[in-house]
């Protein structure tokens, strides 16, 4: 294990599991790609790579495959930070992690430490915003130590982990298991003020006024689809039941189809969720919920869905089906309409609409949407 051409390729395939978020923890990753290698499991830690080279092997694939993007978003997400960090200020938020240090990437979280004698007196000010969240609580063993931890789960625009600590924890210095060294934090001062350095031209108050009016796509989706269990659908055209169970159906197809393909996939998702506003049009009303919230590809393959169908069943004026024929989303169209079509199965078990919501943010994550991130 003293080869260093062996220890740079542990290093090399650690620092890919964890940018393709397959392994979160340095630790595990580590541990993980030496397996992969076929390496002696009988190896000892420090035969292994520094974290720090791990990190740093995962900031150039960063920089190879995101590029000038990383700075904007990084700016977005610290600015994302100050706005909760401001809610929570009574309970002496600290920015830590990628977000601070500057090493933040692709599926990279907001991590921050709060502290608090009381579980429900944080969440009770969470519920007070509006802020959706999940509780975790997490039992950790690292080389024969037990260690508990609270974390808070927060889905917006980015993604949150609140690791909550006891008050008597204020003070305390956390070591990064990066470095070794005592970790680097931020607190709103701090991060005020740097943001204030790096942007002079940036009204700060107004910036994080602004991101209070944002909207976050994906929660809304995720409004929009719910009703649609209670959408109970006419049995000859839709033998599989309710319109949500449809719907997740449809999209397991366009997923098969196109994987890669965001804007394809929310038209598969969303197509139908004006059922539960106004049946009597729902493709006018689900996009009227949809406004500013879908790409323009999107809205044009939801707004015509159903004029697939006339235009399979021969239904459509010759001016009509010259004008779908014409557009560049033709095709996309039509492979829609086979993924309406087909995912009416009776029995079969769907995706959910959380794993559904993850997947399309994981591709949201890789490349924003024209007009809408």
């Known amino acids: 294990m003293a080869d260093e051409r062996v220890r740079r390729q542990i290093t090399l395939r650690a620092a890919q599991l964890m940018y393709e978020r397959l392994e979160t923890e340095y630790f595990t990753a580590k541990r993980k790609a030496a397996r992969e290698l076929g390496l002696d499991p009988r190896y000892k830690p420090r035969d292994l ?5 791990i990190r740093d092997e995962i900031q150039k694939l960063a920089e190879l495959y995101e590029g000038d993007k990383r700075k904007e978003k990084l700016r977005d997400m610290r600015l994302e930070a100050l706005r909760l960090m401001r809610k929570l200020a009574r309970f002496e938020p600290c920015l830590i992690g990628s977000v601070w240090t500057g090493h933040a990437r692709k ?21 007070e915003h509006g802020v959706g969240y999940d509780i975790e609580r997490k039992r950790i063993v690292k080389f024969n130590e037990e260690r508990h931890f609270t974390h808070i789960h927060i889905r917006d625009r980015f993604t949150y982990e609140l690791t909550v600590y006891p008050t008597d ?6 070591k990064s298991s990066i470095t070794g060294q005592a970790m680097e934090k ?47 659908q006419d049995p ?27 804007e394809f996939l929310l038209a598969a998702l969303l197509h139908d969720v004006g059922k539960a506003i106004d049946p ?3 493709t ?21 869905h159903m004029d697939a169908l006339a235009y399979r069943n021969r239904a459509l004026g010759k001016e009509e089906r010259n004008d779908l024929e014409r557009s560049e989303h033709f095709e996309d169209l039509m492979l829609l309409r086979d993924c309406d079509d087909l995912g009416r199965e009776v029995g079969v078990e769907t995706v959910t609409i959380d794993e559904t919501l993850e997947y399309l943010r994981s591709l949201a994550d890789e490349s924003y949407l024209d007009g809408i991130a």
Do not use: C, M
């Open 280 to 282: 009597a049009d729902h």
């Open 284 to 304: 006018s009303a689900g996009l009227a919920a949809l406004d500013g919230a879908v790409s323009e590809r999107t809205r044009w393959l939801i707004e015509h």
């Open 107 to 127: 599926g990279s979280d907001i991590d921050l430490h709060v502290f608090s004698d009381s579980l429900t007196a944080l969440t009770a000010v969470l519920d």
């Open 236 to 262: 000859r055209w839709h033998p599989e039941g309710d319109a949500l169970y449809h719907s997740l159906q449809v999209f397991e197809r366009a997923r098969h189809e196109r994987p890669w393909d965001e």
């Open 186 to 232: 931020a607190t709103i001062a701090t991060l005020e003020k740097t943001l204030r350095e790096e942007h002079p031209e940036a009204d700060l108050d107004a910036e994080v006024d602004r991101l209070e009016d944002h909207v976050d796509r994906f929660e809304l989706y995720r409004t929009l689809l719910f009703p649609l269990e209670e959408v109970k």
């Open 169 to 174: 924890k204020i003070g305390y210095v956390f």
């Open 49 to 53: 790579p520094s974290n720090k080279e």
